[in-house]
């Protein structure tokens, strides 16, 4: 398995290798948004707003290949508010369920953090299903749960409300002298 980060152009030519996979892992239930029936039209479109967030430096796609085929993803958003510079948000990591239960997902959480020090952020957050497979995965990499909002969203089904569970892991302290203005 190889792990990279793609660019907008890298997005746009294998834009039918992400729709499969974000096609398959909601009719497999995962509560990323789409509510089924998920066209296949909606999960294009979806990785075609994801390329021009990722083309204005917003977000970095990484994405996980085995034999030089795309099994997963996940995104780390950039674009915070004026007063997070220092924070970033972990989404979408997607696997394709052929490919589940390999290590792909917490591969793909590695690269992203690796990514996220290097652009020195100091605080990563991101919200799962609360209850869903990947909660676990994301406690064992060092993540705490602040909290769990009930009827959060509805199911993939559309017919019931989840709870999800808001996370976050800090990767370092940084001092407040690099970023806050001195005032007299």
């Known amino acids: ?68 085929r795309p099994v997963g993803t996940a995104q780390l958003v950039l674009a915070t508010p004026a007063n997070q510079p220092h924070r970033a948000e972990v989404s979408k990591v997607l696997v394709h369920p052929q490919a589940r239960r390999q290590g792909v997902a917490r591969a793909l959480m590695h690269h992203l953090e690796t990514y996220a020090r290097a652009a020195e952020k100091t605080l990563l957050t991101l919200d799962t299903r609360t209850g869903d497979m990947a909660e676990p995965l994301y406690l064992s990499l060092g993540f705490q749960k602040a909290g769990v909002i009930p009827g959060y969203c509805l199911a993939p089904s559309g017919q019931i409300f989840d709870s999800t569970s808001y996370m976050y892991k800090q990767l370092s302290q940084r001092s407040l002298s690099k970023i806050s203005p001195t005032y007299i």
């Open 1 to 68: 398995m190889q792990i990279s980060q793609w660019t907008a152009n890298d997005l746009r030519t294998e834009i039918e290798a992400l729709t499969e996979i974000l096609y398959a892992c909601v009719y497999q239930g995962a509560s990323v948004g789409f509510i089924l029936p998920h066209p296949k039209s909606e999960a294009r479109a979806f990785w075609s707003d994801i390329a021009t967030a990722v083309g204005a430096g917003d977000r970095a796609l990484f994405v996980a290949t085995q034999n030089g």
